[in-house]
């Protein structure tokens, strides 16, 4: 019988064997009638053990794929091949997974928001993980409020405030599996027929998505180097909230001024509409101090969004927003509905991870870190791009904004930068409508690449661009 297993693959033998003959069966190899080999023949074909193979007849029995005759054997039961089951590519999905691991490994990707996972302290989240795991009653095993662990709430509470000089009541802090989540409630939350939600442009293409996913329907208003054009604002009914990123605009990396910060607050006052404000990357500025937010001009009208995926790891999917208090009861409700709550044994490690001084201390050591790699991109570009070119946003976050003289980053162009092992994000992929505006600019994320990567990278983007502007020319 023709079968291959293979021994380094995560599944388990039974699941493989199970799986080829259940291929077989669907594409005829295997028809109705036709007699299976002994357990004992088979085993011995395969190298397992015989009664490996017995399970899996025994389970294939029993779900209809065979059956077994006293003094007959076994044999594949009738009527399968029109059922046109459909086949389970495992090993080749596997393959593919692993080879498409491979490939990336191979690839340098500026791609934005990645922390260097390396620097996360794995050993010491681990032991105070175990250690408050160990140390919980019986009772914080069930289930948690929906707004979150009391103790995570507090420690975040004076967390803000001694990093970001944020004044909040944990009773205000709803704890959320990550920030997208807490979009994603808010959005829900918000969402009012024939209102819709102003958006900067360019922006987060999946956060935009987050919003529309709720039923939102969005408007784009331009943001430049001092943030969201609040001057672009006409007096409106039909608004429900706007989303900004004031602290480092995202992606072109603009601080909202305070003249457009205290526009913004009396627009939402006068037209009865809330401030989303994203503050995704604030704790790594890296020229002055971080910039204040905009939650605390006026804690009624803006609604806080923070997350740790960024300052430690994407896994730890923990987040928090801070509402006004006429939103919260409503917003407790979406949580519940959602998923109850935020995981709350991470919430607990995370507090004590907190309170030890452990989160102060890592964000201190990667804002050094990240300011090496900001430094060496910047001098890597002055030696790469002699031509000339411009830097926005680089003043914090964990990523920049290029805009290159006399250099047109077109599809081709960039298929051709990604055929030589780079990837690129125009901005242009950021507008809500392409308008070619941003055709020259491209956002290049630092923070997880080694600096011979980011050498490496901007050699390569450099010859590509040289290359493809001669030929253009010819």
């Known amino acids: 019988m023709w079968i291959t297993i293979e021994r380094e693959s995560e599944l388990p033998l039974i699941r493989q064997i199970y799986d080829k003959i259940r291929e077989m069966i669907s594409d005829g190899s295997l028809v109705s009638g036709q007699k299976l080999p002994s357990t004992r023949t088979l085993s011995k074909e395969l190298g397992v053990s015989r009664n490996t193979v017995l399970d899996v007849y025994n389970q294939m029995i029993a779900e209809g794929y065979l059956e077994a005759y006293q003094g007959s054997g076994t044999i594949v039961a ?129 956060l935009r998505k987050v919003i529309t996913s709720a039923g939102c329907m969005i408007e784009a208003i331009s943001a430049d180097n001092r943030g969201l054009n609040t001057d672009a604002l006409k007096p409106a009914n039909d608004i429900s909230f706007f989303y900004t990123t004031p602290s480092h605009q995202y992606p072109l990396g603009g601080i909202l001024s305070i003249q457009r910060r205290l526009s913004l607050i009396q627009y939402a006052e006068e037209n009865n509409c809330y401030i989303v404000e994203d503050d995704y990357d604030s704790e790594f500025r890296y020229e002055g101090q971080p910039v204040s937010s905009l939650y605390e001009l006026n804690p009624d009208r803006v609604i806080y969004i923070g997350s740790f995926s960024k300052i430690l790891a994407p896994a730890i999917r923990l987040g928090f927003i801070i509402l006004p208090d006429k939103l919260l009861t409503g917003c407790k409700t979406l949580k519940v509905y959602s998923d109850v709550h935020t995981d709350a044994l991470t919430q607990n490690a995370m507090a004590e991870f907190i309170h030890r001084g452990r989160l102060d201390k890592h964000i201190w050591k990667m804002k050094k870190h990240y300011s090496q790699n900001r430094n060496h991109m910047l001098r890597e570009l002055t030696e790469q791009f002699p031509d000339g070119f411009e830097i926005l946003g680089q003043a914090s976050g964990l990523h920049m904004v290029i805009r290159f003289h006399n250099v047109t980053f077109s599809k081709q162009l960039v298929k051709e930068i990604t055929r030589q092992g780079v990837h690129v994000y125009p901005i242009e992929n950021y507008l809500l409508e392409r308008n070619g505006e941003h055709r020259q600019e491209i956002l290049m994320g630092y923070s997880h690449l080694t600096l011979s990567k980011i050498t490496e990278g901007l050699r390569i983007l450099s010859n590509v661009i040289r290359s493809y502007s001669t030929t253009e020319e010819r």
């Open 78 to 206: 009738e009527g399968l091949q029109e059922l046109k089951l459909p086949v389970r590519n495992v090993y080749e999905k596997q393959k593919n997974a692993r080879r498409k691991d491979d490939d990336n490994d191979n690839i340098i990707d500026f791609r934005s928001g990645i922390p260097a996972l390396e620097f996360f302290p794995q050993k010491e989240w681990a032991r105070i993980y175990q250690e408050v795991c160990s140390n919980l009653p019986v009772t914080a095993y069930g289930y948690c409020d929906a707004s979150g662990v009391w103790k995570l709430r507090e420690e975040i509470a004076r967390y803000l405030l001694r990093s970001r000089g944020i004044s909040c009541s944990p009773e205000r802090m709803i704890i959320t599996s990550g920030s997208t989540q807490g979009l994603s409630l808010i959005a829900n939350l918000l969402n009012e027929h024939n209102k819709k939600v102003i958006v900067e442009n360019p922006s987060h293409p999946g």
